[in-house]
């Protein structure tokens, strides 16, 4: 099989490109910030440096060209990475945190309390490791069984993440996202990769009412759709995961039954 996971629109286009352009200088607190458009672990990070209001200036990385320069940054190649003041780091829950840490001025995305804060460390591991992989799942399944024991996999987790929910505050967070709102994000704006492809839209009765109505709220959230390219230039993407074809890590990962890394 080939691996044409390379071959990627070069540049973030629509209202993405607006901030790349917005952070395209050199930050006065050296927070260099390396990104691929296109993916959704990035755009954790980026959603976050977003809400918390701190500056970064954006780089675009291709992953998967492997380059010397970038593999210094992060040795597995993977985007999202960061570099501040000859300190590089990637991994996009533990770059939340750091930011979380790095700069305490900002706007929190953890709660105050220790016990808070290790719910919300339990809540995104639970996203990691059922959501996620289910939705990648979801979409490299070529039969028609595969296919639907997958989305019932997928749809029963995000059914748990709804327990999470309030009907009070829109967000996990309240009236803000917090980083169990960002974990999540990202695949919330890809759904539509699921519901066109792989058995029409998300319903209430696979989730709940309350569910659907927090993927309106997170999906139309400013900072959510301000690291969202067009639609378009995804397609070329999602379809090598749709054709089973992809050769990312999480593709590879996910069709041996490994945890994604
Ligand atoms: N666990 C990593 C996953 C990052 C990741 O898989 N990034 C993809 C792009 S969406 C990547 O860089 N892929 C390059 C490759 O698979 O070779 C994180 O949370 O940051």
Known sequence: MSAPDVQIHAVATGKAAELVKAHSKPSP???IFYSGWFCPYVARVWIALEEKG???EYREINPYKKEESFLK???KGLVPAIERKGFALYESLVLLEYLEEAFPD???IFPESAEERAISRMRIDMV???VIPAFFRTMISQTEEEQRQARKSFTEALKEFATYLSEEKPFVGGEKLDAVDISLAPWLSRLY???ENRGGPITAEETSERFLRYVKDVTQRESVQNVFSDKAQYKQIYQRYLRNEAQSEAAKAVRA???IP
């Open 128 to 130: 990691s490791k059922k």
């Open 29 to 31: 607190n050296g927070l």
């Open 106 to 108: 900002s706007a929190k």
């Open 257 to 259: 039954g490994r945890p």
């Open 193 to 195: 990769i699921i519901e």
């Open 73 to 75: 940054i992060n040795p």
């Open 54 to 56: 701190v500056e970064y």
